[in-house]
């Protein structure tokens, strides 16, 4: 890595901001107390931790007791869907969709070996999710329906608030994983009152290893991890340096959404409209529908995006095929296998995605090398 790398690999992890760095190393120096502690060493840990939580709260429009602070998104989307099934034990029977995280999918599939039901909901081609097809899903049996905000690999986004009520009006639960909406979109959950929210705070410049889960108040279930921290929710001592970190890039996502978000979606515009009007094979994977403004998924005809993303690589520029986790191999991934893409089409698809800090000269590079190797290589296929 360079001084002049172009990173567009922001939803498989983010550079931290600045103000996050600055605030993690001096909690790292000062604050090294244990939250639980009654002396003056572990109450600063504490107070930084209230104002983190409090941070965090305001991000969702939500109240400092309904977060849960965890040490990955992995961590609360488990928390959130074992929690919800525990909590309704007669109701063994879960909706996602068929393009959810690995993480939600994996531990689905998981559970399903213990009997638990589970429902996924299919994706047209642009993927987008039939309403319709989640009413029909729900049924007496259902605990919990579970539906990202933002998809990581196309950016489309989930009609959140209609199904929140769908579910609710049939007395089932709702959780969302909103980590790849988060700092880019407002989440508002006085407007969208969904019971379980999951996020990560590296996927909006804070560090790995914190995530947090909002429960909604008055909702119970059984910790996964028991001990008397997070309100006897999730036991074990606090990261407090990376929560810190994580509070000041949500004050950050807060205070500057308006502008950044726009910023980075006419980028994303400017680099989709570049690309399709100079490499007459690409396609946008979910371009007319709505998403989130920071991401571009391109499908290259039939050439391999394996091959393309290791001559951008070589060019000082990142990005990835289908999700990061699935990098590297060579199986086509499931959002877009949902969304009808051949196995050569899957394969033929880069994943851009952009971030408060990427620069109109960096796309416009981008756009320059992408058009010349694809020249290149459709050149060398013909
Ligand atoms: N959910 C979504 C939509 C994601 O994009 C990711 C990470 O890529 C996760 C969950 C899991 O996050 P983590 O690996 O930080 O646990």
Known sequence: MTDTTIYLDNNATTALAPECVDAVLACLRNGYGNPSSKHAVGEHAKVQMMQARAAVA????????????TASATEANHMA???????????PHVVVSAVEHPSTLSLLAHLEADGIRVTRLPVDQDGLLDLAALELAITSDTALVSLMWANNETGVLFPVAEAVQMAHARGVLFHTDAVQAAGKLPLDLAQVPVDLLSLAGHKFHAPKGVGALFVRKGLKFPPMLFGHQERNRRG??????????????CELAAREMDTKAMAMA????????????????????????????????????ALAAEAILDKLDKAGICASSGAACTAGGTEPSH????MGLSEAEALATIRFSLSRYTTETEIDHVIDVLAAI???MTAEAA
């Open 374 to 376: 694809l020249k290149r």
């Open 236 to 249: 074990g001592t606090e990261n407090v340096a990376a929560i810190v970190g994580m509070g000041v890039a």
């Open 81 to 91: 869907i074992r929690g919800a099934l525990a909590a309704r034990p007669d109701k």
């Open 335 to 338: 959002v877009l296998s949902a």
């Open 58 to 69: 305001g991000l969702l429009n939500a109240a400092p007791a309904e977060i849960v602070f």
């Open 266 to 301: 006419a980028l994303r515009d400017r680099l989709e409209t570049g690309v399709l009007m100079r490499i007459p094979c690409a396609r946008i994977n979910g371009g007319t529908a709505l998403r989130v403004g920071n991401t571009s998924s391109v499908c290259f005809g």
